[in-house]
Nanobody, 124 residues
């Protein structure tokens, strides 16, 4: 059973940066693809970014491309989401997720394990 714990959320002014971390335990982290998703109040959770287990395939939602960067550190069993040039519309709860197939996908249903989420609030 894989356990994921997100951290790094908080309040930041528009134009600022945050780095989210997702620490994994209880599984073979190196074989999992990892994804970040976010959920706005009253809305469905949506895809943000994903990285394959090899790191060779990276995908971003159009809304964050050029501003957010996903990366992983196998030695620390951790995946990161560096968020720059933040906008108030990025305000959401951010979740990391693990895909045992190792592919990384935009579909939430492909991910078996989820963290508890971390709140990101961007003020205008």
């Amino acid at each position: 059973q894989v356990q994921l714990v997100e951290s790094g959320g908080g309040l930041v002014q528009g134009g600022g940066s945050l780095r989210l971390s997702c620490a994994a335990s209880g599984g073979t982290f190196g074989r999992y693809a990892m994804g970040w998703f976010r959920q706005f109040p009253g809305k469905e959770r949506e895809f943000v970014a994903a990285i394959s287990w090899t790191g060779s395939r990276i995908d971003y939602a159009d809304s964050v491309k050029g501003r957010f960067t996903i990366s992983r550190d196998i030695t620390k069993n951790t995946v990161y989401l560096q968020m720059n040039s933040l906008k108030p519309e990025d305000t959401a709860v951010y979740y990391c997720a693990a895909d045992a197939r190792g592919v990384g996908d935009r579909e939430q249903s492909k991910y078996e394990y989820w963290g508890q989420g971390t709140q990101v609030t961007v003020s205008s």
